[in-house]
């Protein structure tokens, strides 16, 4: 099974530093749609759920991703390797608690994704490192129209694609970048850009998307109007202006720790370097803390010997379900935050 090999390796959109890296993590673009002659999910029954899957399972083979992708049917994957699933970012949490048959359909590089009734008859998304939303939209917009070459979609002349929340009517896109805003929240800047966000009708969540908590001081920006607006118009205000001006928020924050507060930014980095490299027992939330203010001070130069892309990884491999994967074996609390101990240590030493 894929999940088997993913535990083995970081998802190959961290395993390389992409475009502006040192405060964007990664770059995401999603596509609802759903299949014509169909009712949405929250009417449709057990039959016409299965045979969604099915005729979706078919015409996914060798169009989506030219064959290069495996299809997991999720009544057939155990709740470990769903919840692998979700901490790498390729299906939803919706994705797991939803009823009746579903699946999702991976490619072996981990760029793409097609979840199959989810909240909608499919969910296609592509995820790349840094920012790289030129790049995601003309992969995601080509496998989009193999697909429509075989599946006539829901769509209205006025409206545009129909979808079954009303907020995803018209594109159907969804454009979310992964931020790492560690001096923001250390200034006490960020409640400004949350308020200065949400003027721009976008949205901020944590680290698994709606419904989630910002942890490790990283957070999801995505926008919320898709209606009235072409796909183009959406991607290129996200990567020209949005994302933009944060980083710049981001990056005058850290100079101002520089350059005012060097003791106090030193003593957080080291702190966390002494912590992370030292620890015999670590939970989740402190691993993400001490990660964050040491990634900050990989990037500010305050440490030298550690490459982003280990934290990366670290971030990925010190989740919950990566650490059982990894050990091959369900662990108790307390053993994963000495297996997360472990695993630390040994990166942070090279070995």
Not at 71 to 87: A, F, I, N, S, T
Request: hydrophobic fraction near 40%; charge should be negative; aromatic fraction near 6%.
């Amino acid at each position: 099974m894929i999940t088997d090999q993913l535990a083995k390796s970081a998802g190959q959109w961290l395993a390389t530093p992409g475009p502006l890296s040192e405060i964007v993590i990664s770059s995401r673009i999603r596509l609802a749609r759903n299949v014509a002659g169909y009712p949405f999910l929250s009417r449709a029954s057990d039959d016409q759920r299965r045979e969604l899957a099915d005729r979706l399972r078919v015409h996914l083979d060798a169009r989506a991703t030219n064959g290069q992708w495996e299809y997991l049917d999720l009544d057939q994957v155990d709740d470990l390797d769903r919840q692998m699933l979700v901490e790498r970012h390729l299906i939803s949490r919706q994705l797991v608690d939803a009823k009746g048959t579903r699946g999702v359909a991976i490619a072996t590089d981990e760029s793409t994704s097609v979840m199959v009734n989810e909240e909608d008859h499919l969910r296609i998304q592509v995820l790349r490192t840094g920012l790289q939303l030129d790049e995601i939209w003309h992969q995601i917009n080509s496998i989009d129209d193999r697909i429509e070459d075989h599946i006539e979609y829901a769509f209205h002349s006025r409206y545009g694609y129909l979808t079954a929340c009303p907020t995803n009517v018209g594109t159907g896109i969804r454009v979310s970048v992964m931020l790492h805003l560690p001096a923001l929240k250390l200034t006490g800047e960020i409640e400004r850009v949350f308020r200065a966000a949400k003027d721009m009708h976008l949205a901020v969540r944590g680290l698994y998307g709606e419904g989630t908590e910002a942890t490790g001081d990283l957070f999801q920006i995505s926008n919320q109007v898709t209606l009235g607006r072409s796909e183009e118009e959406i991607v290129n205000e996200f990567k020209s202006l949005v994302i933009p001006r944060i980083i710049d928020y981001e990056n005058l924050a850290r100079q101002c720790l520089v350059k005012e507060r060097p003791l106090q930014l030193d003593d957080r980095v080291w702190r966390s370097y002494g912590i992370l490299k030292n620890a015999r027992t670590i939970s989740s939330e402190e691993t993400m803390l001490h990660l964050s203010h040491l990634r900050m001070g990989v990037h500010l130069n305050r440490i030298k010997d550690i490459e982003l892309r280990t934290l990366n990884e670290l971030f990925l491999v010190t989740q919950p379900a990566h650490l059982q994967k990894i050990h091959g074996e369900r662990l108790t609390g307390e053993q994963r935050s000495s297996a997360r101990a472990d695993i630390i240590r040994a990166k942070l030493s090279g070995r």
